[in-house]
């Protein structure tokens, strides 16, 4: 008997911490938690191998920028910020891509890989003064880059993800029965809906790392 209520409760004990393990929130991100998800960006010499190394960021930078931008827009629940910094590290190829180049597409970029409609909304949101709703509109990639350009510094490139999420896809942001914390079904709802793009398999296994480094 005394064994046998000995492992209920180790399994009880188990089971109450898997699930509060996931819960709560979180008011920053650190560089070990970035460094156990993105092991490719650890340390100084992370962006050492990277193609485009004058666009990579190393974990360290992500986490003091990703930090901000969870105090900025005020996304501190646990599902959500797991959420963002994994669409942005697939997006971004772990940090080392801030512009599209495959296709290239003239406007697109940010850690989210933004569409250009969104980063004209995006830039005019932080710097009115530098964007007219007449440059916004542009069809010129000369101009569409440069609006872009606007956004592509380490804080606001990496806060996109969060701008995105508060202000297109509100629905998700502060619903308790959306981005729950620790549910891939969740992020995969918000990937095919929310973002309104294509889930893959390495989409989730982006995600699986990022929730199991983020306690």
């Known amino acids: 008997m005394k064994i046998t209520f000995a492992v209920g409760v180790s399994s009880l004990v ?9 819960a709560g ?16 960006r650890a340390g100084p010499s992370g962006c050492a191998s ?12 992500a986490a003091a920028a990703i930090t ?8 501190k629940r646990r599902g959500e910020v797991v959420a963002l910094i994994a669409l942005m ?14 296709p290239g597409r003239p406007g697109q970029g940010t850690r989210a890989m933004l569409m250009y409609n969104f980063i004209s909304t995006y830039a005019q949101s932080l710097y009115p003064n530098k964007v007219t709703a007449t440059e916004a509109s ?7 880059n440069s609006v872009r350009e606007l956004v592509l510094n380490d804080n606001d490139s990496f806060a996109a993800a969060f701008w995105y999420l ?8 502060g619903d308790e029965s959306r981005l729950r914390s620790g549910n891939i079904d969740d992020f995969k709802a ?11 398999e390495q989409r989730g296994n982006v995600w699986k790392a990022v929730d199991a480094a983020l306690f």
């Open 14 to 22: 188990l089971s109450l911490f898997q699930i509060c393990k996931g």
């Open 138 to 144: 542009s069809q010129s990639t000369q101009v569409m």
């Open 50 to 61: 990277a193609t485009e190394q004058a666009e990579c960021a190393t974990n360290e930078v």
């Open 25 to 40: 929130t979180l008011s920053q991100v650190t560089t070990a938690q970035l460094d156990k998800a993105i092991p490719k």
């Open 68 to 75: 901000n931008a969870i105090s900025k827009y005020g996304v």
């Open 166 to 173: 508060t202000t297109v896809a509100k629905d998700y942001h």
């Open 190 to 200: 918000y990937i095919e809906n929310g973002v309104h793009t294509a889930w893959d």
């Open 89 to 102: 590290a697939y997006e971004s190829a772990d940090w080392e891509y801030n512009i599209n180049h495959f």
